[in-house]
Antibody, heavy 118, light 107 residues
């Protein structure tokens, strides 16, 4: 079964850090670009970051540039999002999602909740 | 950044009705548009990509059309299981962007 499982969410104080992980199974992880997308009731779905298959190209939303770092370990089928200097506006459900290859995001994890609050 | 504007934001239709949702892009994105369905408490599900290509396993009552700046998602005959929020997303350019969503309710 094709699956993405996120972990690492939780409650953190403003200015703190969190490291999200996404473990892939059931498909050739190294053959797909990967993405992080977050969602809140107020802002809806917001794309955060993308990484190509070999990590050659990485993209960030302006809202997280300089604070978040995306990386991947193809040997271990994992995607990472290192989040630093978190603010209350970063509170959201964070999803990892597989890129279909010029075809949208075709597999999503179940999401992990990140709450930034003092 | 490319802005996507969906309309309407909410609609209420009866089972069997035809439903049309519009997504307008602030600049041309060719056909690099996807549609997703999201039910409460669930993750988004890819329905359509490249504006009109149906994802595997998606019922044929769903269809997409359009190019450039105007796109449409159509449900030909609304079913109870279609009650959800629908989002469009462009992947022509970074940053990837999503529309604000259209909530479809069953009367």
């Amino acid at each position: 079964e094709v699956q993405l499982v996120e972990s690492g969410g939780g409650l953190v104080k403003p200015g703190g850090s969190l490291r999200l992980s996404c473990t892939a199974s059931g498909f050739t992880f190294s053959a797909h670009g990967m993405n992080w997308v977050r969602q809140t009731p107020e802002k809806g779905l917001e794309w955060i970051s993308s990484i190509t298959t070999t990590s050659a190209y990485i993209f960030y939303a302006d809202s997280v540039k300089g604070r978040f770092t995306i990386s991947r370990d193809n040997a271990n089928n994992s995607l990472i999002l290192q989040m630093n200097n978190l603010g209350v506006d970063d509170t959201a459900i964070y999803y990892c999602a597989r890129g279909k290859g010029r075809g949208g995001l075709d597999v999503w994890g179940q999401g992990t909740m990140v709450t930034v609050s003092s | 950044d490319i802005q996507l504007t969906q309309s309407p934001s909410t609609l209420s239709k009866s089972v069997g009705d035809r439903v049309t949702i519009t997504c307008r892009a602030s600049q041309s994105i060719s056909t690099w548009l996807a549609w997703y369905q999201q039910k409460p408490g669930k993750v988004p599900r890819l329905l359509i990509y490249k504006a009109s290509t149906l994802e595997n396993g998606v019922p044929s009552r769903f269809s997409g059309s359009g190019s450039g700046t105007e796109f449409t998602l159509t449900i030909s005959s609304l079913q109870p299981d279609d009650s959800a929020t629908y989002f469009c997303q462009q992947y022509d350019n970074y940053p990837l962007t999503f529309g604000g969503g259209t909530k479809v309710e069953i009367k």
